[in-house]
């Protein structure tokens, strides 16, 4: 038939054109091997491809051969199977990042269209499942093949069984009976996967890195869907990074006149907010987990620190203080200790020693 000599090119082209994409150098012997033609055939194949628009070098010598390189324009590419996935995690969480959010989409609809029933099934369910939960979007440490199986749950709604690891340096996994819980929602944050899953025996949410969970071959049972918290996926992952079981927000709220410009503030604040009052003096209003993380975190700027409120927050900078003031004198007393002081030079250095307590300013208690 005549159109068996064209499509038999076709098919060489794209196979010689899938070895090259390696990015190896290979000879044409070599190449030749491969796809089970002869060198000459090689070198037409390899002229094919450059009226084509693919730039392929050459190689002069014993040891010299073909390789693909960068051209003046980006020609058609081809993926298989892992790296398709590989590309729609990516373009799926796009919108996460600095790219082009139509351009994504753009570019997802295009190798979607394009992929095997089979493929474009499992793709259409992690495309379900996923979600975005913070700006950030690093490195996807998860296996895209795992994130597909996690999406496939999600969307039958068919329970997961798994074990965990306590830590990603941790190589074995917990011992005992598989961990199972109802999947309902992954989210990318700040470059991790994360699971929100229903656990019956808990009777509440929780939450699982990806990267940490080795499924078991088989699913569990069927269940139904709930809604988390709140409504939002998003909003409930960020809020138990929080410490909130409820709303996106911490659970500790305070403010605190610092002894600086808002200038020198700004860069370090994230989501706190800071109010100008003078050339040298900004309120600083923000959020923790607790007490005493809030009342350490406004200390890390070095600076007076006054009209501290509410008083949960005065009493956590009081607990600081005399944690530091301990800190301080233990360290004068190993100094003293290892300079071989004693009597009179002991005493000297012990009336000098003032704690930090005593040396705030009046108000309640500074740090």
């Known amino acids: 038939m ?29 190449l030749a091997e491969r796809l089970t033609v002869s060198a000459r055939t090689v070198r037409r194949d390899i002229d094919r491809l450059r009226e084509l628009g693919y730039s ?5 010598g014993p040891d010299g051969g073909y390789r693909l390189s960068a051209g003046a324009r980006l020609p058609p590419l081809l993926f298989d199977e892992q790296q398709a996935e590989a590309i729609v995690i990516a373009l799926r969480t796009a919108g996460a990042s600095a790219v082009d959010a139509v351009a994504a989409e753009r570019a997802l609809r295009t190798l979607t269209r394009l992929m095997p029933a089979r493929l474009a099934q499992r793709v259409s369910a992690l495309e379900a499942a996923l979600g975005s939960g913070g700006a950030e979007a690093g490195a996807v440490p998860a296996a895209p093949d795992m994130l597909l199986q ?21 190589t074995e996994r917990a011992a005992g009976p598989p961990r199972r819980t109802q999947p309902h929602h992954v989210l990318l944050s700040s470059g991790r996967w994360y699971l929100i899953g229903w656990t019956p025996e808990s009777d509440d949410w929780r939450i699982y890195r990806v990267d940490r969970m080795t499924l078991r071959q088989h699913r569990g049972a069927r269940f139904a869907r709930r809604a988390v918290p709140g409504g939002s996926p998003a909003a409930f992952l960020a809020a138990r990074f929080k410490g909130s079981s409820q709303s996106d927000a911490w659970p500790c709220l305070g403010s605190v006149v610092l002894a600086a410009p808002v200038e020198r503030l700004l860069p370090f604040v994230r989501d706190g907010v800071v109010e100008r009052l003078d050339d040298e003096r900004s309120r600083y209003s923000t959020g923790s987990w607790s007490w005493t993380a809030l009342a350490a975190q406004l200390g890390r700027f070095g600076v007076d620190i006054d009209d501290v409120e509410p008083e949960a927050l005065r009493e956590a900078f009081g607990e600081l203080s005399d944690r530091f003031a301990r800190a301080a004198g233990e360290a004068l007393d190993a100094g003293r200790r290892g300079c071989g002081r004693s009597g009179a030079d002991g005493g000297r250095a012990a009336a000098t020693a003032t704690p930090p307590s005593a040396r705030a300013r009046g108000g309640g208690p500074r740090t």
Do not use: C, K
């Not at 005549?2 to 196979?15: D, F, G, V």
């Not at 392929?56 to 002069?60: D, G, L, M, P």
């Open 56 to 60: 392929v070098e050459t190689t002069r």
């Open 2 to 30: 005549p159109a068996a000599p064209a499509a038999a090119t076709s098919q060489r082209l794209l196979a010689l054109l899938s070895v090259l994409q390696t990015g190896r150098e290979r000879s044409a012997p070599v």
């Open 150 to 170: 996690v999406g496939e749950a999600i969307v039958a709604e068919e329970e997961l069984r798994f074990d965990y690891a306590s830590s990603s340096a941790s």
